[in-house]
């Protein structure tokens, strides 16, 4: 029942109290933060949140309602959600519906009347936590239940959130660029950019082996949930890639797969990137751009010669650039967040372009 009392439980034993919304179910999984100031539907569809129980340290969320148009998937991903306020009366004239509504649909919970603040702080310092939104009063089984979820760490997600089939997406043309996009999560804008800068895309599950793609101009690797190292199969077909010289392009997990591939590590950050408002310097240029992010899992990249971008924050790889490798831990896309980073996209394009002097047309 909307509005009914509920609880957040965290795994070091600290209990917030508040009142559901959306789905009144019980949900666990990794507790972490965004610091997006809107963007909470393009959030909470990103395959990218599976497992994650999103705390928004924006105080109001619900405002503006939600519209078919901003989904970056077909459902919710994420399996919650915590807010400060749930404003109950939408007032956007776009919105076709409530985040309430949208949360039932997808069965999935939120709570309202939560310390943000405190909460945010708390993850900030002990690190992303299991947690679980529970409806009722406290009692001792929701602690022993969010101890039982397991750790992100070892977690391959990307197969559980990937298309089970092949697709061509946007507009196929005869005198376009052909792309294979790996799917290990990708967003619903990701694709449309990439539609916009004249590629014929067609997705690809997850699991499929490099012999299938051989006769693609070039391959798109994209985000998604989980810990890389556990995706070795995905590693062995990205090592085949990169050897096969097309042009290659990864965000965000697709990214840590192509360092992966190319023998560097990934470990797990304490509370991840999570937001609209990242700097990031690029090395060569020394521009600086304000950046949309979204992962709990960062590079470690000791080749200070490839590694073009870094996080002015914590100084932690935002990309490298390799023969024919375009690798962005960031999003350009954005969805939500700045567009300072959207001519990756074009410069992509140009890439492929130029080793295919018979492809005459970019429309």
């Not at 990934?266 to 992010?293: A, C």
């Given at each position: 029942m909307h509005g009914q009392p509920g609880v957040l439980v965290l795994e070091n034993g600290e209990v917030f109290r508040g009142k559901l919304f959306g789905a009144a179910l019980a949900s666990a999984g990794e507790v972490c933060f965004n610091t997006s100031m809107s963007g909470y539907q393009e959030i909470l569809t990103d395959p990218s949140y599976a497992k994650q129980i999103i705390t928004f340290t924006y105080p109001m969320i619900g405002n503006y309602g939600v519209h078919p148009d901003f989904m970056e998937s077909r459902r919710i991903h994420a399996a919650g959600c915590v807010v400060r306020e749930y404003v109950h009366g939408h007032s956007s004239h776009l919105a076709r519906s409530s985040l309430h509504d949208l949360l039932v649909e997808c069965g999935r919970p939120g709570i309202e009347g939560v310390d943000t603040r405190r909460l945010v702080l708390m993850l900030r310092s002990q690190g992303a936590m299991r947690g679980g939104i529970f409806p009722g009063a406290y009692s001792q089984g929701m602690l022993e239940e969010v101890r039982a979820f397991p750790q992100m760490e070892g977690l391959d997600l990307a197969s559980a959130v990937s298309t089970d089939h092949s697709y061509a997406y946007g507009v196929h043309r005869p005198d376009r660029l052909e792309l294979a996009c790996l799917d290990f999560g990708v967003k619903e804008s990701i694709l449309r950019l990439l539609d916009e800068a004249g590629f014929n895309v067609t997705v690809f599950p997850a699991r499929t082996p490099a012999g299938n793609l051989e006769h693609f101009d070039a391959y798109f690797l994209s985000n998604g949930p989980g810990d890389p190292a556990t995706l070795q199969y995905a590693v062995q077909t990205i090592r085949q890639l990169i050897a096969g010289g097309k042009p290659i392009f990864g965000i965000c997990l697709g990214h840590?797969?192509?360092?992966?591939?190319?023998?560097?590590?990934?470990?797990?950050?304490?509370?991840?990137?999570?937001?609209?408002?990242?700097?990031?310097?690029?090395?060569?240029?020394?521009?600086?751009?304000?950046?949309?992010?979204?992962?709990?899992?960062?590079v470690h990249d000791s080749r200070e010669d490839v590694v073009s971008h870094v996080n002015l924050n914590d100084a932690t790889v935002e990309g490298f650039r390799g023969p024919q490798i375009l690798s962005i831990q960031y999003h350009p896309e954005a969805s939500p967040g700045p567009h300072d980073s959207r001519y990756l996209f074009s410069e992509f394009y140009g890439m492929v372009r130029a080793g295919r002097a018979d492809v005459v047309s970019q429309s």
């Open positions: 840590q797969l192509l360092s992966l591939a190319t023998g560097q590590s990934t470990y797990k950050l304490k509370f991840g990137h999570r937001g609209g408002n990242q700097p990031v310097k690029d090395k060569k240029t020394g521009r600086v751009e304000i950046t949309s992010q979204n992962h709990g899992f960062a």
